[in-house]
Structures are given as structure tokens and as C-alpha cells.
């Protein structure tokens, strides 16, 4: 835990932050991916620092019942889906109710994604080196379940990157990607937003902005799935 005043001013310092330790990755013309919608003005500061293309990956969690916080699982694009089996039974989740939630954040997935990326296809990420970010990674399971979408993908490398972990996630996660980054890792995480001074909700209409302002930058182009 951190004492004193927080750590990163804000969401964009902390991605420039990021990106310096990133910087190595420059030269493998990397696709940055940002977990909306927190990890959205992260990846944007990161992918203009790398002179790279940003886009977005969608995951949503599944909250326990009861306490929505909590999360027992998360959907992904393409039929993904991880569960915390441990916590299913602890909780005494029926698989019923789980397949419900999941369906229902299946579908949101999908508005999401038409929401933040309109018509465009989907990135072509097979044999490239893809940066997943988020502003925070606490329990690790929407990132857990980017990442097996994305590894479906077939990308060269994946990197997981966030300003702050908890400690305990990361060791789990760092064996899921190639490479995982993380510029704090405490032991005792509380809220992610207690590691900035300024965390604001950020809107569906802003990660739209910030998606197009960034297709504006030099390399912002993205190459898309099945072009040549």
C-alpha cells in the first residue's frame, strides 16, 4: 500500500509512464488493444508514445449475486468465457444463473464493441506483438479473459500492461502472456482508483473520441483482419 499522495496524476501519466518502460517494443510495430473504458486514455498516451495503432478489446465481468463487485467470471469476444471455480463454489453459484449472466454480458459485449468501433473490422492481429492495457488490474479476471481472446488470435507476442497490479494477480497472470508489465505491484491493492489522483468515470463517448483521435496519429492506421 502506498502512503502519502497518489502515485500517478492521472490516467494519461500514468500511460506515459507506461510507455517508457514499453519503449523497447517500438520497433515491433505493435498493436496496442486498451480494456474500455479506464484503460482506454491509458493506451492512448502508450500507442501515440510507440507510434502504434489503437483499438479496443472488450471484456465483461461477471459479478457474483448479490455482490455484483465481485467477480466470478468474465465473457470475451468469440465465445470466451473464464470462471473462478473456486469462488463458484464457495458461493454456491447454480450453473443455471451462471449461464444467464453470461449470455446476458455476451450480448453487451458485442453492442460494445459495434458502440466503440462503429463498422470497422476487427484489427489483424496474427503474428503481431500485441499490447493490452488497462488503467488497473485487480482481480485479473476481464484480463484473463482478453487474453484467451486474443490469444486465439495467434499474435507473435502479448504483453499485459497497467500502471498498478495487485501483486497477487500479476504472478498469477504473468504466466498467461509473454511478457507482463506493471509499473506498481502491491500487496495490498485496495481500489485502483486509490492509486491515482484523479480518476475520473470516463464515457462511452469519450473512449469513442479518444479511439478516433488516435487514428489520427502517425501509425494510427490499424491493419484489419484479412487485408493483405
Request: glycine letters at 8%.
Given at each position: 500500500?502506498?502512503?502519502?499522495?497518489?502515485?500517478?496524476?492521472?490516467?494519461?501519466?500514468?500511460?506515459?509512464?507506461l510507455a517508457e518502460r514499453l519503449t523497447p517494443y517500438r520497433d515491433e510495430n505493435p498493436i496496442v488493444l486498451a480494456l474500455p473504458?479506464?484503460?482506454?486514455?491509458?493506451?492512448?498516451?502508450?500507442?501515440?508514445?510507440?507510434?502504434?495503432?489503437?483499438?479496443?478489446?472488450?471484456?465483461?465481468k461477471l459479478g457474483a449475486p448479490h455482490q455484483p463487485e465481485l467477480g466470478i467470471g468474465a465473457v470475451a469476444p468469440g465465445g470466451v468465457q473464464v470462471v473462478d471455480e473456486e469462488l463458484l463454489l464457495w458461493l454456491d453459484v447454480p450453473e443455471e444463473q451462471l449461464e444467464s449472466m453470461a449470455r446476458e454480458e455476451?450480448?453487451?459485449?458485442?453492442?460494445?464493441?459495434?458502440?466503440?468501433?462503429?463498422?470497422?473490422?476487427?484489427?489483424?492481429?496474427r503474428d503481431s506483438t500485441v499490447i493490452l492495457v488497462d488503467d488497473g488490474i485487480a482481480t485479473g479476471v476481464t484480463?484473463?479473459?482478453?487474453?484467451?481472446?486474443l490469444?486465439?488470435?495467434?499474435?507473435?507476442?502479448?504483453?499485459?500492461?497497467?500502471?498498478?497490479?495487485?501483486?497477487?494477480?500479476?504472478e498469477a497472470l504473468r504466466y498467461e502472456v509473454d511478457e507482463l508489465i506493471c509499473l506498481e505491484m502491491p500487496p495490498d491493492l485496495r481500489a485502483i482508483g486509490f492509486w491515482y489522483?484523479?480518476?475520473?468515470?470516463?464515457?462511452?463517448?469519450?473512449?469513442?473520441?479518444?479511439?478516433?483521435?488516435?487514428?489520427?496519429?502517425?501509425?494510427?492506421?490499424?491493419?484489419e483482419a484479412g487485408a493483405s
Open positions: 500500500m502506498h502512503l502519502g499522495e497518489a502515485p500517478f496524476r492521472d490516467r494519461e501519466e500514468a500511460g506515459q509512464q473504458r479506464g484503460g482506454v486514455p491509458v493506451g492512448y498516451e502508450l500507442a501515440r508514445a510507440l507510434g502504434a495503432p489503437l483499438d479496443v478489446v472488450v471484456a465483461r455476451t450480448a453487451e459485449v458485442e453492442h460494445r464493441m459495434r458502440l466503440f468501433r462503429g463498422e470497422r473490422p476487427e484489427p489483424e492481429v484480463a484473463r479473459a482478453a487474453i484467451e481472446y490469444l486465439q488470435q495467434e499474435p507473435r507476442r502479448l504483453v499485459l500492461a497497467a500502471p498498478v497490479c495487485a501483486a497477487e494477480t500479476a489522483q484523479n480518476f475520473e468515470q470516463i464515457s462511452d463517448e469519450e473512449v469513442v473520441r479518444i479511439l478516433e483521435r488516435a487514428r489520427g496519429e502517425p501509425g494510427g492506421e490499424l491493419r
